[in-house]
């Protein structure tokens, strides 16, 4: 799972498709209050990881606060070894692409780059990019990925240090530039994935459909003191090409759609569908 501190509370960014947290039924925004009975408080991003890890078959309890429960609950999770997937892709409504994209690491330019070739000779005449619980990963990713969607040469995201802006530009061959494209975002959508969607929307009009994403939009970097501690310093911000901050804020969905609370009926998929087929 993807974990963070927002508002001096830790938490669950998002599960990652597949891995033990996922199976033990984590969600996002889930507050992580205890690590094997040690509190979370005052414990730093690094230092609740390094509780959290461990050998595989091995187990750790998280206490548990989510949004709605009236008393916190202790979840017992078994270590594995986690491979994630990038994407899972297929055709619906039998014309539609349901992408759902699940990280921007190292393999994920190459599986995306053998999508899309797929996507071009199938019957798709528009893309649902499902970025949900897309914690992100490497920025360089997904500016390549961006590629296959904007010409050449189109402001991709701005880095705003302050005093001044660097801008950085897509470099694509913009073969999947004649598709409608509608994005799904949701609290665990975060970094690269913030910044390619706030990217389709400035560019394509792509309509944002869900939840607020995570607002994780910021360059820090670890500066060393003298006593051996470290402090992350912020140096730069996340700007949409329009100029729109993600850090902290996260982006606002031009359709808020709650989920089932059931998990019975994708709502926000089904939103999409519909603003989808209104596009072709």
């Not at 986690?82 to 892709?89: A, C, H, Q, R």
Request: glycine content about 8%.
């Amino acid at each position: 799972m993807e974990v963070g501190i927002r508002d001096d509370k830790f938490q669950v960014i998002a599960p990652l498709k597949g891995t033990p947290a996922d199976r033990a039924g984590l969600k996002t925004g889930d507050l992580i209050l205890e690590i094997d009975g040690k509190s979370t408080a005052n414990l730093s991003v690094e230092e609740c990881v390094r509780l959290i890890r461990g050998p595989k078959g091995t187990e750790v309890t998280l206490t548990i606060l989510r949004e709605g429960w009236s008393d916190s609950e202790k979840i017992t999770i078994e270590r594995d070894v986690i491979e994630l997937p990038s994407l899972e892709w297929e055709i619906i409504e039998n014309n539609l692409a349901h992408v759902e994209f699940y990280h921007f690491h190292k393999n994920a330019e190459k599986d995306f780059s053998e999508m899309a070739l797929s996507i071009l000779n199938s019957p798709a005449e528009g893309i649902i990019l499902d970025l949900r619980n897309n914690t992100g990963g490497y920025l360089g990713v997904s500016k390549n990925i961006a590629g296959w969607f904007f010409e050449k040469g189109d402001l991709f995201v701005i880095q705003d240090f302050g005093e001044h802006q660097e801008k950085i530009y897509t470099k694509g061959t913009g073969r999947l530039l004649k598709y409608p494209i509608v994005v799904i975002i949701n609290q665990g959508s975060a970094s690269a994935s913030e910044i390619l969607a706030g990217a389709l929307r400035d560019h394509k009009n792509s309509p944002l459909v869900g939840k607020r994403s995570f607002g994780k939009g910021s360059i820090q970097r670890l500066n060393y003191l003298s006593d051996g501690s470290s402090i992350k310093i912020t140096v730069a911000k996340w700007l949409t090409p329009d100029g729109t901050p993600i850090s902290e804020e996260g982006l606002d969905p031009d359709f808020e759609v709650d989920l089932d609370k059931d998990d019975e009926v994708d709502y926000q998929l089904n939103k999409a569908v519909e603003l989808l087929k209104e596009m072709i």
